[in-house]
Structure formats: structure tokens, C-alpha cells
């Protein structure tokens, strides 16, 4: 087994799962100061949907990887 690759399984996998507490820390973050009344719950899909896009990249380079160690 290629321990970068796992290294990258294992990454992703984590991504996708703190994706929604990260996603609203990071609308709380970048819109501090800011009245979000009508527009948080938009703001925080778009964060926690990038953030899962990552995720789920970063978990196909860890799979491409442990395929192509296999071959």
C-alpha cells in the first residue's frame, strides 16, 4: 500500500465529514460584521458544497493513486 495514497483516502474522507461545521465557520468567519438575514442559509450551502466538492476530489486522487499502485 502507497502511504501517500492513503494519506489522501483517509484526507478526503475526513473533508466530507467536517464539511458542515467548517462550511458554517467559515460564513461566520468571512461575514463577521455583516447582516445576513435573508441570505446565510444560501451562503452556507455554497461553503459546505465547495468544501465537499474538495473532499470528494481529494478522495478520487487517494483512489487514483491506490489503483495505479496496484497496476
Known amino acids: 500500500m502507497n502511504k501517500q495514497a492513503m494519506v489522501f483516502f483517509i ?3 475526513v473533508i ?12 461566520n468567519i468571512v461575514y463577521r460584521n455583516q447582516n445576513l438575514t435573508g441570505e446565510f442559509v444560501p451562503l452556507l ?6 468544501l465537499m466538492l474538495i473532499g ?3 478522495f478520487s486522487i ?3 493513486t491506490l489503483l495505479k499502485e496496484k497496476n
Not at 45 to 50: A, E, K, M, P
Open 62 to 64: 487517494g483512489v487514483v
Open 45 to 50: 450551502n455554497g461553503f459546505i458544497h465547495s
Open 16 to 27: 466530507l465529514v467536517v464539511s458542515s461545521p467548517l462550511g458554517y465557520s467559515l460564513v
Open 11 to 13: 484526507l478526503g474522507i
Open 56 to 58: 470528494v476530489l481529494v
